[in-house]
């Protein structure tokens, strides 16, 4: 019985897969606001009827994508979290990275970037559970920067969220866009250095 049970849930999590992918992929192809639930059943062979058995809507669909995108993100800062250099330098290495990721989104994937711009402005809680796990890792490197004498002793929940807002200049994509190239902003160095030398 239970081969049974793992054999339709195994076939299930395929046909979502298979959905998120085409649907990723026609978001960043057409964008998400021309592309229906429609065009990713046309895509895949499949009547929307058949979409609807696995997300509710176009919408859900996309929360599911933005949450595949972002799990992307919250890797590569893991992965950073763990390198074998100072807390300093890996907050350092975290926000430029962070910035990065937002500028490559917002001027060389514009597709992908008006994506996240509809998921921040309908308030998604894909977003909000990203911001946490985000700052869970800001956190970690922090207390870790307090256990080695870099830091200075502090809360490193209230560090980390702190830090997050006063760099949200460099993540959040409609802030990038508007600071992009204004000679009276901050430059991205300027603000983690400064965010940094706050910690100490």
Request: hydrophobic share 45%; net charge negative; proline share 2%.
């Given at each position: 019985?239970?081969?049974?049970a793992?054999s339709?849930?195994a ?5 979502i ?9 026609l978001?960043?192809h057409y964008g998400?606001?021309k ?5 990713v059943?046309?895509d ?6 058949n979409i609807y058995?696995?997300?509710?809507s176009?919408?859900e669909i996309?929360?599911a994508v933005?949450?595949r995108?972002l ?9 950073i979290s763990r390198l074998p ?8 290495k975290?926000?430029h990275t ?6 490559t989104?917002?001027?060389?994937q514009?597709?992908?970037h ?5 998921a921040?402005e309908?308030d ?6 990203h911001l946490?796990?985000?700052h869970?890792?800001v956190e970690g490197i922090i207390w870790q920067?307090?256990?080695a004498g ?10 980390a ?6 760099t949200?200049?460099?993540c959040h994509p ?15 160095e300027?603000?983690?250095?400064f965010?940094?030398k706050?910690?100490?």
């Amino acid at each position: 019985m239970n081969d049974v049970a793992d054999s339709i849930e195994a076939n299930r999590q395929e046909n979502i897969t298979r959905i998120l992918d085409s649907a990723e992929r026609l978001f960043r192809h057409y964008g998400y606001s021309k592309t229906t639930v429609a065009d990713v059943a046309r895509d895949l062979g499949m009547s929307p009827a058949n979409i609807y058995r696995f997300f509710a809507s176009k919408t859900e669909i996309h929360q599911a994508v933005c949450g595949r995108m972002l799990a992307g993100s919250y890797q590569q800062a893991l992965e950073i979290s763990r390198l074998p250099i100072s807390a300093a330098d890996r907050l350092r290495k975290y926000l430029h990275t962070q910035h990065q990721l937002v500028l490559t989104a917002m001027l060389d994937q514009e597709k992908v970037h008006e994506m996240v711009v509809v998921a921040i402005e309908r308030d998604w809680h894909v977003i909000e559970k990203h911001l946490d796990r985000m700052h869970g890792v800001v956190e970690g490197i922090i207390w870790q920067g307090i256990q080695a004498g870099e830091f200075a002793e502090q809360d490193a929940a209230v560090a980390a969220r702190c830090l997050g807002a006063a760099t949200v200049n460099l993540c959040h994509p409609q802030m990038v866009a508007q600071c992009l190239a204004k000679q009276n902003r901050a430059t991205p160095e300027e603000l983690v250095e400064f965010a940094i030398k706050a910690l100490r």
